[in-house]
């Protein structure tokens, strides 16, 4: 019997939408950014729209961009107002209204933003703003303050300073770089952008945040992956929250990128009513994961203005993870994140297995609700002898003992600066 393909086999409206469009122009990512559909006009002349669209459209015209590519728009069902595509590209009348505790910024990001680019919340780490624009406008977007507006793309001054800053703050080792969707700078502008960060010599690797490969997959060249695998250890984060979402063109897309040697991961957001279930996250994962994508994250909706429509009880997001834990492999199930409102940082929640704990012996529970004892070792000392020895050698400059260079550059924290008093 033949696998499963990685892609939905739901087939796309393009040539309905799109008759006189070649197959060339269709496939050119340029084309798709020109052909954004951006009014009211243009959207009704190509789907029948709600009325709860018509007044969703109206109540967020102001306050948030509209705007999807021809090839994200072809995906959409017609017929039902809860397609996913739909509910994600497509505002209806509960967005206009601001919920109780929902937040403009609801990730503190501009209180930790000492350059117009760095959002600076972690120690070592930081989130480097390249652009404001997007090739679908998502409306569950958290930056939406930013994808709002109209900045553009990061200029020189504002990456000269970003630089300037990393160089400053050499415990800075990871950069992600997101927006907006980075992956819409043109290939000259990325590769610029991508040089400057890896001047700096203590950042280690860059994550590259997008939706491109979901949104607008045709901008994923040959000459994209080999630029970007040219600035290994690179990671692309890409954002798939439905299954349909995992078209033949979406599945080439991140399939040119693993096949050029950059990696791919999958961060998914828990948007209720369009993927709150635990048998369409498994399938999605499980497409993901024949496609060499990792599933990451599941992140619960965070709380911005508007958002309140998406969010999910904490609970169901628990459920989820417990639906799919011991019927399927680990590497299909992501973490659960709850980015904490204000600027808390991420956190991570599970299904609680523990029963009882003892002096003794833990007791668990499994995924059937058996219950099974662990026992506590007698010994309890957990210090690791040969720990000083070891970094007091790779630390070693270049030259002294024979160590790396990359062994030198490693930045790893002084044994008394790490907390030991983090509570299980």
């Known amino acids: 019997m033949p696998r499963p393909s990685p892609a939905c086999g739901i087939p796309s409206r ?5 008759p006189g469009v070649s197959d060339a122009e269709w496939g050119d990512w340029r084309w798709q950014a020109r052909h954004m559909v951006e009014t009211v006009d243009e959207l009704s002349r190509r789907l029948p729209l709600t009325p709860d669209e018509l007044r ?6 102001r306050k948030f961009r509209l705007g999807i590519t021809p090839y ?25 209204v601001v919920g109780e505790g929902e937040l403009e910024d609801p990730l503190g990001e501009e209180k930790t933003r000492p350059t117009p680019a760095i959002v600076h919340k972690y120690p ?19 930056r939406r303050r930013l994808t709002g507006a109209d900045s553009g793309e990061l200029n020189r001054t504002a990456l000269r300073e970003a630089v300037a800053y990393l160089r400053a703050h050499p415990a800075v080792r990871d950069v992600l770089v997101s927006g907006g ?3 819409l700078l043109s290939d000259d502008r990325l590769e610029e952008l991508l040089a400057d960060l890896t001047s700096v010599p203590t950042v280690e690797m860059i994550r590259i945040g997008s939706r491109v490969p979901v949104t607008c997959p045709q901008r994923v060249t040959p000459a994209l992956a080999k630029l970007l695998r040219a600035f290994a250890p690179l990671y692309v984060i890409t954002h798939f929250n439905h299954p349909r979402e995992l078209t033949p063109e979406a599945a080439a897309a991140v399939e040119t990128l693993v096949d050029a040697g950059v990696p791919v ?20 994962n499980h497409r993901l994961l024949r496609l060499r994508v990792r599933p990451y994250y599941l992140h619960q909706c965070d709380v911005a203005e508007g958002l309140e429509q998406f969010r999910t009880p904490l609970s169901q997001g628990i459920a989820i993870l417990e639906q799919m834990r011991g019927h399927t492999s680990g590497l299909a199930v992501p973490h659960f994140a709850v980015d904490l409102p204000g600027g808390g940082g991420k956190v991570t929640l599970q299904p609680d297995y523990v029963v009882e704990r003892a002096e003794r012996a833990w007791t668990f529970r499994s995924y059937k609700g058996e219950r099974y004892a662990y026992p506590e070792p007698r010994e309890q000392d957990c210090d690791c002898p040969w720990e000083a020895t070891y970094f007091a050698r790779a630390l070693q400059k270049p030259g002294a003992g024979g160590e790396s260079a990359h062994g030198a550059a490693m930045k790893v924290p002084a044994r008394e600066s790490v907390p030991l008093n983090v509570k299980v």
């Open 265 to 284: 991961e999958n961060q998914s957001v828990l948007l209720r009513r369009v993927n709150s279930s635990a048998r369409l996250l498994l399938d999605l």
């Open 14 to 18: 393009r040539h309905a939408l799109y």
């Open 124 to 142: 070592d780490r930081v989130l480097l703003l390249a652009t404001d624009r997007c090739s679908v406008y998502c409306r569950h977007c958290t």
């Open 72 to 96: 994200y728009l072809a995906l959409i069902d017609p017929e039902h107002p809860f397609c996913p595509i739909r509910r994600q590209a497509i505002p209806v009348e509960a967005e206009g």
């Open 181 to 183: 969707d980075p992956l």
């Open 56 to 61: 969703g459209l109206e109540s967020t015209r």
